[in-house]
């Protein structure tokens, strides 16, 4: 479980997060980022699985459970980039048969586009 520093948890900062428009994608998992910032303040940080990748909510938790876990040790041990706002980590049907090796390696490539 993230550190509740970490957390994005309202709507509006999701949207917000969206509309700027820089993102990047990698082997099915898409990170958007929120406005620059130049502060101490750490990223606030979500995950989104839509209901399009899979009907079944245990299989969506399955890949966000395993996106929050990679994220967490990154932070535990590198610290998160303070880039940006906020960052949101969005998966796509490419990620439901995969291990978590597979996206801890595809989140860390992410993480150190930032």
């Known amino acids: 479980m993230l550190q509740k520093e970490y957390r994005l ?10 509309k700027t ?10 990170m958007f980022c929120g406005k620059k910032k130049n502060n101490e303040i750490p990223a606030k ?21 395993l996106m929050r876990e990679s994220v967490r040790l990154y932070i535990k041990d590198k610290g998160f980039p303070n880039g940006y706002i906020s960052v ?3 998966a796509s049907s490419k990620c439901l048969n995969k291990k978590f090796t597979d996206i ?11």
């Open 9 to 18: 948890k309202k709507r509006a900062a999701f949207n917000a997060t969206y």
């Open 104 to 114: 801890d390696s595809c989140i860390k490539k992410l993480i150190g586009l930032l």
């Open 45 to 65: 940080i979500g995950f989104v699985v839509s209901k399009k990748i899979h009907k079944r909510a245990v299989k969506r938790n399955r890949i966000k459970r």
């Open 21 to 30: 428009n820089i993102s990047f994608h990698r082997d099915g998992i898409t």
């Open 88 to 90: 949101i980590f969005a």
